[in-house]
T-cell receptor
Framework: DGGITQSPKYLFRKEGQNVTLSCEQN?????MYWYRQDPGQGLRLIYY???????QKGDIAEGYSVSREKKESFPLTVTSAQKNPTAFYLC???????????FGPGTRLTVT | AQSVAQPEDQVNVAEGNPLTVKCTYS??????LFWYVQYPNRGLQFLLK??????LVKGSYGFEAEFNKSQTSFHLKKPSALVSDSALYFC????????????FGKGTRLHILP
């Protein structure tokens, strides 16, 4: 079964704790992306990576960090510096940056 | 730089009627255009894309989109709406054969009224 998996589906954390969201793909795609979506809103790009061991900041990178040590994995860490981390987080991948993106099911993070 | 606009935050359509969700774009060079759908608490699902060729593109679930180069538009259409079509729809654009990533519109919420 090919696709993108994100885990967990729901995540709860206390304020001040770092938390890492998982994203794995078996589509052999070079490019991977993290988006944040707030209720009823569009997508905002956090980070993206076009190749292993390289990544770029998106529009709202502050308070987030990523790594791309393997082609199939692109974990996102939400740090305690992120002032309003409660949101729906979506991971995506594409063969090339300009091609259609394939999305995972998302992780809903709630920080209290 | 490319951009995409979805001028309507929400569209209401009666079940059985035709629906249109509007999208306009701005890009230098040849556009690569996409439509996605998102159901509540789910990831985005790819519906269709335009690269080149026929201006009318057919996609999943009976949806189609019409590319209009002169009006720089790529409106999503369906001849007869279903209640199950109610969802959030995103238009997106990139530049063909470039390294630029896709840019998404803000989304249009489609309500199909029974």
């Amino acid at each position: 079964d090919g696709g993108i998996t994100q885990s967990p589906k729901y995540l709860f954390r206390k304020e001040g704790q770092n938390v890492t969201l998982s994203c794995e793909q078996n589509l052999n795609h070079d490019a991977m992306y993290w988006y944040r979506q707030d209720p009823g809103q569009g997508l905002r790009l956090i980070y993206y990576s076009q190749i292993v061991n390289d990544f770029q900041k998106g529009d709202i990178a502050e308070g987030y960090s990523v790594s791309r040590e393997k082609k199939e994995s692109f974990p996102l860490t939400v740090t305690s510096a992120q002032k309003n981390p409660t949101a729906f987080y979506l991971c995506a991948s594409s063969p090339l940056p300009s091609y259609e993106q394939y999305f995972g099911p998302g992780t809903r993070l709630t920080v209290t | 730089a490319q951009s995409v606009a979805q001028p309507e935050d929400q569209v209401n359509v009666a079940e059985g009627n035709p629906l249109t969700v509007k999208c306009t774009y701005s890009v230098s060079g040849n556009p690569y255009l996409f439509w996605y759908v998102q159901y509540p608490n789910r990831g985005l699902q790819f519906l269709l894309k335009y690269i080149t060729g026929d201006n009318l593109v057919k996609g999943s679930y009976g949806f189609e989109a019409e590319f209009n180069k002169s009006q720089t538009s790529f409106h999503l259409k369906k001849p007869s709406a279903l209640v199950s079509d109610s969802a959030l729809y995103f238009c997106a654009v990139s530049r063909l054969n470039r390294d630029d990533k896709i840019i998404f519109g803000k989304g249009t919420r489609l309500h199909i009224l029974p």
